[in-house]
């Protein structure tokens, strides 16, 4: 069946370091692929998506390119803040015989330090 | 305009007790995902109601039943809980099945099953 693993955080960094979170993913056919943020006290929310080969999903800074020949989605920035500390998971969505359905990574906790 | 909604946001049960969540959808939108989220973990699918049926499900068994009712809300009933059934529950709400990607997620209920 289909699956998502993602780096295990936490992972902290200086402000206006450089993130990058790594995404493979497992899937019988062809996915959408998405990053979706978790901050302190809130609900899940989508960051980014890309729905083919070679998309590349932005947002807020963040990054990600659909690589279907390394079957990745790294999420990427170029310089964190400290309001970006959150949980960011990692997740597909494909056709199942029902419908639509999306999986997540375990997640990766991020702490950026002032 | 108001967005994913869930009930209760806490509750707390002892084992072989039953429960029932509910999930408003955000307005537009008519189908409901269900999501179990374990401490330091990423959600897992439970199932996905749309048209008021069971569309997709995951791994869980039958003691996770659900509901889907004419105006788009859903409810998701645990019988006879166990200890290991204490997680975040969380709701998602989206659009049709066109896989645009984008989940929109409730804050969440928070079951303690002592």
Known sequence: GNSVTQMEGPVTLSEEAFLTINCTYTATGYPSLFWYVQYPGEGLQLLLKATKADDKGSNKGFEATYRKETTSFHLEKGSVQVSDSAVYFCALSDRGTGGFKTIFGAGTRLFVKA | ?114
């Open chain 2, 1 to 114: 305009d108001a967005g994913v909604t869930q009930s209760p946001t806490h509750l707390i049960k002892t084992r072989g007790q039953q429960v029932t969540l509910r999930c408003s959808p955000k307005s537009g939108h008519d189908t409901v995902s269900w999501y179990q989220q374990a401490l330091g973990q990423g959600p897992q699918f439970i199932f996905q109601y749309y048209e008021e049926e069971e569309r997709q499900r995951g791994n869980f068994p039958d003691r996770f039943s659900g509901h889907q009712f004419p105006n788009y809300s859903s409810e998701l009933n645990v019988n006879a809980l166990l200890l290991g059934d204490s997680a975040l529950y969380l709701c998602a709400s989206s659009r049709g099945q066109v896989n645009t990607g984008e989940l929109f997620f409730g804050e969440g209920s928070r079951l303690t099953v002592l």
